[in-house]
């Protein structure tokens, strides 16, 4: 039988820790979740690899690594609503709510949603909830938010996202250029947000945040 406590440490030990993420809170949470509850059956046995995994429906479940380094750069605290922007089969949202006070993960595949609703619960995540809904619209009914994790890649990011975040409050986004992506850090300041780069990592661009084609006459 697979001994996946022992693969959740190898991940935090090989995966997390060397990429200098120290803070207990985060390496905490990525002890306690079960990783492997939230990737579809047949992959179980691949859930603590190094890479992102392919869910379906053009989601992805990002590495520990880059999420760890997300959840890092944006140090959330104990106190602060989060939105969680396709969020799959409810990982991400999972790990997020033993840091904040509340998650609201935002899923725009129905079976996804159910599957990932049910997987919260299983694992105690009671403050957490799953918005079914299209992933540009977020979840304003439930905002606004001190912090927004976006799990995919992103060409362009919808403002109707950004109008969600409370000032002072930051956003996570990696950034995608052709095969390159970049993690950014947003700041929002009034009207304004300014982007900070945190490092770079890459994932497939999620349904609505590609770039719109230009046309030329």
């Known amino acids: 039988m697979t001994d996946f406590a022992e693969r959740r440490r190898m991940m935090v030990d090989t995966q ?26 047949a992959q179980r046995e691949g859930a603590y690899a190094d890479r992102n995994m392919d869910l379906g429906g053009d989601r ?7 999420l760890a380094k997300m959840l890092d750069a944006l140090d959330i605290q104990s106190d602060e609503l989060v939105l969680d922007v396709g969020c799959g089969l409810g990982y991400s949202t999972a790990v997020a709510a033993r840091l904040a006070v509340m998650v609201i993960g935002v899923e725009e595949d129905e079976t996804m949603s159910v599957d990932a609703q049910t997987q919260l ?18 979840a304003a009914e439930h905002g606004p938010y001190d912090v927004i994790l976006v799990q995919g890649g992103v060409e362009e990011l919808p403002d109707s996202l950004l109008a969600q975040l409370k000032d002072g409050g930051r956003i ?13 850090i947003g700041y929002k300041r009034g009207e304004q947000i300014s982007w900070r ?3 770079n990592a890459g994932a497939a ?8 084609p230009e046309f030329a006459l």
């Open 205 to 212: 661009v999620l349904p609505g945040f590609a770039r719109k």
């Open 60 to 66: 992805t479940l990002i590495e520990a690594r880059t």
């Open 16 to 41: 997390v820790r060397p990429s200098d993420v120290t803070k207990y809170p985060i390496i905490e949470a990525l002890l306690a979740v079960p990783r492997e509850e939230f990737v579809p059956d």
């Open 197 to 199: 780069f945190a490092f």
């Open 172 to 184: 996570a986004v990696i950034f995608m250029t052709g095969a390159l992506g970049e993690v950014k």
């Open 121 to 138: 619960s299983e694992v105690g995540a009671d403050n957490a909830i799953v918005h079914v809904g299209p992933l540009t619209d977020g």
